[in-house]
């Protein structure tokens, strides 16, 4: 089995709070969402 691991704004400790910001936030969302969509594997029936 693998798995991966994703961080949403795990970076405000060295780039401050504007590493939150919506815009910022939300193209990060969209790398998540697009790497777990490459990853996904049919169900087996």
Do not use: F, K, N, W
Not at 10 to 37: F, K, M, N, Q, Y
């Amino acid at each position: 089995m693998t798995a991966g691991i994703y961080l949403q704004g795990g970076t405000e400790h060295s780039h401050g709070l504007t590493s939150t910001l919506p815009s910022t936030t939300a193209v990060r969302a969209g790398e998540i969402r697009d790497s777990l969509l490459t990853r996904r594997t049919p169900r087996a029936s």
